[in-house]
């Protein structure tokens, strides 16, 4: 059950050498969308402040929203809308409890890479943000074929998340020192996981790269 008095911190270092692309994708920014997954104050909260791996987070997040942003790649937000009644949360609540409540102080996606312009915001009611909404059909429609995933939790979310969009053949990337988890443990299983079987792992700055050839 989620205990919002643990607080996890721990040292992302290591992350980098699990960067495996098996597919061999190689991201195109005029059809790529960046997903930032659950970057709430509510999830946020369970990090120890000011320690790894949220500095890790913080820093690369921000650093590939405004890249994104830069070339006129395509950014998504996911947000949970709080207050979720019993038939909307389902089964969430055997694991989770009740969940975040729908005021600012829980719902809001953290202020410094909060959602401007024609950056699109998704309801997110599933570990996978393509469950019970329109994401995939708003993808379509920008004409994206690649998913670029950061955000928490690994093993949760970014996992169901990353599972989904392969299915539904999405070239999908997760970057691996942009998400964060309840352990380094369950970090790096995620990132192998996806790895073997999803998407390709890479790191901020190659994704930065990539994104920055388009304004070249």
Same mark, same amino acid.
């Given at each position: ?16 050498? &699990?960067? =495996? ?6 991201i ?5 969308? *960046?997903?930032?997954?659950?970057? =709430?104050?509510?999830?946020?909260s ?6 790894? +791996? ?15 942003? !830069? ?19 389902? *089964? ?11 005021? +600012? ?6 202020? +410094? @890479?909060?959602? =401007? ?21 708003? &993808? ?9 995933i ?28 942009a998400?964060?988890?309840?352990? @380094?443990?369950?970090? @790096? ?9 999803? !998407? ?5 700055? !190659?994704?930065?790269?990539? &994104? ?5």
């Amino acid at each position: 059950m989620w205990n919002t008095a643990k607080q996890i911190a721990y040292n992302v270092e290591a992350i980098d050498e &699990l960067a =495996q692309n098996q597919p061999g994708w190689t991201i195109d920014p005029s059809r790529v969308a *960046l997903l930032v997954h659950d970057m =709430q104050y509510y999830f946020l909260s369970r990090f120890a402040a000011d320690t790894e +791996p949220m500095r890790s987070l913080k820093r690369n997040v921000e650093r590939l929203v405004k890249s994104a942003r !830069a070339c006129g790649a395509n950014v998504f937000y996911t947000a949970q809308p709080g207050s979720m009644t019993p038939s909307q949360r389902g *089964l969430l609540s055997a694991f989770w409890g009740e969940g975040m409540t729908a005021t +600012p102080e829980h719902r809001a996606v953290w202020d +410094p @890479i909060s959602p =401007q312009g024609e950056d699109e915001l998704v309801t997110k009611w599933r570990y996978s943000a393509f469950f019970g909404n329109d994401l995939s059909s708003r &993808l379509k429609t920008q004409k994206v074929s690649q998913v670029v995933i950061v955000g928490i939790y690994g093993h949760v979310g970014i996992l169901g998340t990353a599972m989904d969009s392969y299915c539904r053949d999405y070239e999908t990337f997760i970057v691996g020192d942009a998400i964060a988890d309840f352990s @380094i443990q369950e970090h @790096i299983r995620t990132l192998e996981q996806a790895g073997s079987t999803c !998407a390709a792992v890479v790191s901020a700055e !190659a994704v930065v790269s990539a &994104l920055g050839q388009a304004r070249n």
